[in-house]
């Protein structure tokens, strides 16, 4: 039931998943758990692509970009929720429910437009190998870097501009695990939320285009691909190429569905649940797929995991 201390409270209250404690201990756990992994494997390439000195091309320059957004975005929102559930109070305070709000959608922005670099990466790489190093040179791709971080700076900053002109009549219950947008859009009393939409759709469009480019980019490596004579190499860029293009499509399908979906004063399972999948479930797998299942990634990892070993022989 709301009260009136509800809708006077200068903060938010963030109802999670559940209202049940042992529900909120299990979902603590579960995100502790892909938290811990997340950051290990993360860090672990961040690590790599760093200190050995085999692995300073553009590709992972930009892998090592990805795994520092990834890192940054899943501790955006996953150690606030750790501590809610943990100590069974959902309260945060408007500044740090607009932080949280301009670092999701900084960072949210920033990972769509490096899986576009990536993607356009690996599409000089695949097409035009003997031009390779002078398109992708240091240069572009620190100013690609650059780039990405800069866009997600501008699109958080949008975002908190539109937020802090909203004003709340509604009690300031936030049916969620973080400070999602849509969730504090709906607590709005006054029409001042169409800026929010406004800026949602500019970016929609944006992403959209973005999407394009990498469609266009796959679809141009899987063309010259096709006129490779050896099946075993048609087989390794397919099965790398394709995830990625899923795991892509996967962020972008599920953030847009619940970012145009229309709100309901009663979220159900299913809503909670289509968060995750844009939330902490692409920080968490983006290593594996983009990463670890890279060969030379492999034998790094093992080179550093055994140099002490080789060291004492």
């Not at 709301?2 to 995100?31: P, V």
């Not at 811990?36 to 692509?49: C, G, K, P, V």
């Not at 492999?298 to 080789?310: C, P, V, Y």
Request: proline residues 4%; aromatic residues 14%; charged residues 10%.
């Amino acid at each position: 039931m709301i009260t009136t201390n509800e809708t006077k409270m200068n903060g938010f209250l963030l109802m999670g998943f559940s209202e049940n404690h042992n529900l909120q201990l299990l979902q603590a756990c579960l995100f502790f758990v892909m938290y811990l992994l997340a950051l290990t494997s993360n860090f672990i390439i961040i690590t790599i692509t760093t200190l050995d000195e085999h692995l300073q091309s553009p590709m992972y320059y930009f892998l090592k970009q990805l795994s520092l957004l990834d890192l940054s975005f899943i501790s955006v929102t996953v150690p606030q929720s750790l501590g809610n559930s943990l100590t069974g109070n959902g309260y945060i305070s408007y500044a740090q429910c607009m932080l949280q709000v301009f670092f999701f959608t900084s960072l949210a922005w920033a990972e769509v437009a490096i899986l576009t670099v990536m993607s356009y990466d690996r599409y000089v790489a695949i097409c035009f190998p003997l031009h390779y190093e002078l398109i992708m040179d240091a240069r572009r791709c620190n100013s690609a870097a650059t780039a990405v971080w800069v866009s997600g700076g501008i699109t958080g900053t949008l975002y908190i501009a539109v937020m802090c002109s909203i004003t709340f009549c509604r009690a300031k219950v936030i049916h969620h695990f973080f400070c999602d947008v849509p969730q504090i859009v709906k607590l709005s009393c006054s029409n001042d939320y169409l800026a929010v939409i406004g800026v949602d759709i500019v970016l929609s469009m944006a992403a959209l285009l973005c999407f394009s480019s990498i469609a266009l980019s796959y679809f141009h490596i899987f063309s010259t691909v096709l006129r490779i004579p050896s099946t075993e190499g048609q087989s390794k860029v397919f099965s790398t190429c394709l995830p990625h293009l899923f795991v892509v499509s996967f962020f972008l399908s599920t953030s847009m569905c619940e970012y145009f979906k229309p709100t309901s004063d009663s979220p159900t399972a299913f809503d909670l649940f289509l968060s995750i999948f844009y939330t902490v479930i692409p920080p968490t797998l983006n290593p594996v797929i983009y990463s670890l299942r890279n060969e030379a990634m492999k034998r790094a990892i093992q080179k550093l995991m055994l140099d002490r070993e080789f060291t004492d022989k």
